[in-house]
């Protein structure tokens, strides 16, 4: 099965130049914003944060075709849900040149 074959998903990748920040400081989306892209996604953990305040919380795992315009302080939404970027993307290198990008996203609810 080819790359292409495996992405099964489309997301909306924000690079960070278009994301603004709101009244409070939180990171949102520029209005028209974002690109269209092609991935594949897994998940690498969830959890429920109980003590002050009971926070739900997950990550996952994205590849998206090399030359995708992302770093680490892009936003991505993925089936309506907004994530973070957590940390740097890295390029993976094939036998002809580069690949894919991996990259982690999160997001915490409640």
């Known amino acids: ?3 292409a074959a495996l992405l099964n998903r489309t997301i909306v990748v924000t690079p960070r130049d278009q994301v603004t920040a709101d009244a409070y400081g939180n990171r949102v989306l520029a209005a028209g914003s974002g690109v269209s892209v092609r991935a594949r ?3 690498v953990d969830r959890d429920e944060l ?3 305040r009971d926070q739900q919380a997950e990550r996952w795992l994205y590849f998206v ?3 995708t315009a992302i770093d680490g ?3 991505i939404v993925d089936d309506g849900t907004t994530f973070e970027v957590d ?3 890295d390029l993976m290198d094939g036998r002809h040149g580069a690949h894919h990008v991996e990259f982690v996203v999160k997001r ?3």
Do not use: I
Request: proline content about 14%; charged content about 20%.
């Open 65 to 67: 075709p090399a030359g």
């Open 108 to 110: 915490f609810e409640g």
């Open 50 to 52: 109980v003590g002050r």
């Open 87 to 89: 940390g740097p993307p």
């Open 41 to 43: 996604r897994q998940q």
């Open 73 to 75: 302080r892009s936003l």
């Open 1 to 3: 099965m080819s790359f």
